[in-house]
């Protein structure tokens, strides 16, 4: 075992100490890599506090199952989407993760709360029919080397039903065979990455393009 000199710290022991101070819900929000999820989930929090009375941090310790189910109960009156009540109750759940992990509680109070259906909201998004993604994928020209881009850029988007962030991420590394099936990396929100078998047609399509490159 290597011992660290007093020299070598890269801390001070002051620092130290105020990490270690740091309360675990305060840690939970700074894990949070993504910005507009770390807004999002923060207004959620802020939301229960206030319908709670909550005004400090080591009050959330005293949160009962009650209390969320009625939190609920007044999102739903607000006749928010299903989609949003989910997130918010997914939002609190994961700090009571946290702060279980923390040993800061001993249980999680959203565990067992009833939640909105996830296809509650199924319909809302409007989608192309297959007689319309045909007349889509055949606009741009296919004698054009910029014609021929942009239907593969199509045919990525309409066979994979990619986010537009997504597509617009996607480089050329980022297509290539995995396992002896050709293969697009996807990274999507929160740093996860996932991978997509690419469609047939999607792959002629690139291959006539000469490479896939979004951005």
């Known amino acids: 075992m290597q011992i660290v000199r007093p020299a070598e710290r890269l801390l001070t022991k002051a620092e130290f100490q105020k990490l270690q101070d740091v ?23 802020r939301g229960f506090m206030k319908f709670v009375g909550i005004e400090k941090a080591q009050e959330f310790r005293s949160v009962t199952r009650a209390h969320v189910i009625a939190w609920r109960k007044k999102l739903e009156r607000q006749d928010l989407a299903p989609a949003s009540i989910r997130r918010k109750l997914s939002a609190l759940s994961d700090l009571f993760d946290h702060l279980c992990e923390a040993n800061a509680i001993t249980h999680n109070p959203v565990k067992g709360v009833a939640r909105p259906k996830e296809g509650a909201n199924e319909g809302k ?7 319309q993604a045909k007349r889509l994928l055949a606009a741009p020209p296919a004698e054009t080397l910029k014609g021929k881009r942009d239907r593969a850029v199509l045919a990525v988007l309409l066979y994979h039903a990619l986010r537009r962030a997504e597509l617009c991420s996607l480089r050329v590394r980022d297509y290539g065979v995995r396992r002896g099936v050709q293969t697009l990396t996807v990274h999507g929100k929160g740093g996860k990455i996932r991978y997509l078998p690419v469609h047939p047609a999607a792959v002629q399509l690139i291959d006539v393009s000469g490479g896939l490159k979004m951005g």
């Open 125 to 131: 998004t409007p989608a192309l029919s297959d007689a």
């Open 23 to 45: 309360p675990p819900e305060a840690e939970w929000f700074a894990n949070i890599a993504n910005e507009n999820t770390r807004r999002a989930y923060r207004n959620d929090i």
